[in-house]
């Protein structure tokens, strides 16, 4: 297996609060990887610091081999980093075409085509990401009237504007219904295969994330605390402790 993105030793302290201790770990090509743990568990700390919103204190982050402790976002995004976000971000008042045709100009860097309409770049491009997230029939409409199911589905087509190789996801299912969890999860699993994206993602639904993905990694107050498939992390005692013991649940 390919590593896509390499972990190691990250640690972030705010004050005299070690947000996140001496954290490692790995994940290749075509592979779920779910980042779990009760809240303040370190987990947003660490999922930033892979994005290069926060900078560690110690440790390394690589992707596809390269350092990328200290470098902005953006140019971690330029690298094939994308990341969907809890709350969805897209543009309410443009068209969901509109939306995916703008990721696609930033990619290409067709920002400056001042002489070129914006409406008139990658309209076909953008129908088959459409296409593929499965709200081609939406394309006309304005992010602001859609369900929130299918905003989430918007975002993962914007995400994938970018070609990533490592896909970057906060709570995917946040908000959502639970039978729209499982249709969304299974149509990133199938993206993810056949794209052969690195995702790694949080998520507070214990369904999304031992139903989904390949192995989970869970942090504890700002460790990692337990590694491995679902039922090695389900079967933790550790694990079983935090989520089940006086500390309670996520």
Same mark, same amino acid.
């Given at each position: 297996?390919?590593? +896509?993105?390499?972990?190691?030793?990250?640690?972030?302290?705010?004050?005299?609060?070690?947000?996140?201790?001496?954290?490692?770990?790995?994940?290749?090509?075509?592979?779920?990887?779910?980042?779990?743990?009760? $809240?303040?568990?370190?987990?947003?700390?660490?999922?930033?610091?892979? $994005?290069?919103?926060?900078?560690?204190?110690?440790?390394?982050?690589?992707?596809?081999?390269?350092?990328?402790?200290? @470098?902005?976002?953006?140019?971690?995004?330029?690298?094939?980093?994308?990341?969907?976000?809890?709350?969805?971000?897209?543009?309410?008042?443009?068209?969901?075409?509109? $939306?995916?045709?703008?990721?696609?100009?930033?990619?290409?860097?067709?920002?400056?085509? &001042?002489?070129?309409?914006?409406?008139?770049?990658?309209?076909?491009?953008?129908?088959?990401?459409?296409?593929?997230?499965?709200?081609?029939?939406?394309?006309?409409?304005?992010?602001?009237?859609?369900?929130?199911?299918?905003? =989430?589905?918007?975002?993962?087509?914007?995400?994938?504007?970018?070609?990533?190789?490592? &896909?970057?996801?906060?709570?995917?299912?946040?908000?959502?219904?639970? =039978?729209?969890?499982?249709?969304?999860?299974?149509?990133?699993?199938?993206?993810? @295969? /056949?794209?052969?994206?690195?995702? &790694?993602?949080?998520?507070?639904?214990?369904?999304?994330?031992?139903?989904?993905?390949?192995?989970?990694? +869970?942090?504890?107050?700002?460790? &990692?605390?337990?590694?491995?498939?679902?039922?090695?992390?389900?079967?933790?005692? /550790?694990?079983?402790?935090?989520?089940?013991?006086?500390?309670?649940?996520?």
């Amino acid at each position: 297996m390919s590593a +896509v993105l390499a972990v190691e030793r990250l640690s972030k302290a705010f004050g005299g609060v070690q947000a996140v201790q001496g954290v490692s770990f790995a994940l290749g090509e075509g592979e779920l990887l779910a980042m779990i743990g009760p $809240n303040g568990a370190g987990k947003t700390t660490c999922f930033n610091m892979v $994005n290069g919103q926060l900078a560690p204190d110690s440790g390394s982050v690589r992707i596809g081999g390269v350092d990328t402790v200290g @470098r902005p976002p953006r140019e971690i995004w330029r690298m094939g980093v994308g990341r969907t976000f809890q709350i969805t971000a897209t543009f309410a008042s443009m068209t969901v075409r509109e $939306n995916v045709q703008m990721a696609l100009i930033s990619h290409r860097r067709r920002l400056a085509s &001042l002489w070129t309409r914006a409406a008139s770049l990658y309209r076909d491009e953008a129908d088959r990401l459409l296409e593929r997230v499965g709200i081609r029939e939406q394309a006309e409409r304005a992010c602001s009237v859609l369900a929130y199911g299918d905003l =989430k589905r918007v975002e993962l087509a914007v995400a994938l504007a970018n070609e990533p190789r490592l &896909l970057l996801m906060d709570e995917p299912t946040a908000g959502m219904a639970p =039978k729209e969890r499982i249709t969304l999860m299974e149509l990133v699993g199938e993206i993810v @295969r /056949e794209r052969r994206i690195a995702v &790694l993602y949080t998520e507070h639904d214990m369904d999304v994330v031992f139903g989904h993905a390949d192995r989970v990694i +869970v942090l504890d107050r700002g460790r &990692l605390i337990a590694s491995g498939t679902g039922d090695e992390v389900r079967d933790n005692p /550790e694990v079983r402790q935090v989520y089940l013991g006086s500390r309670g649940r996520a």
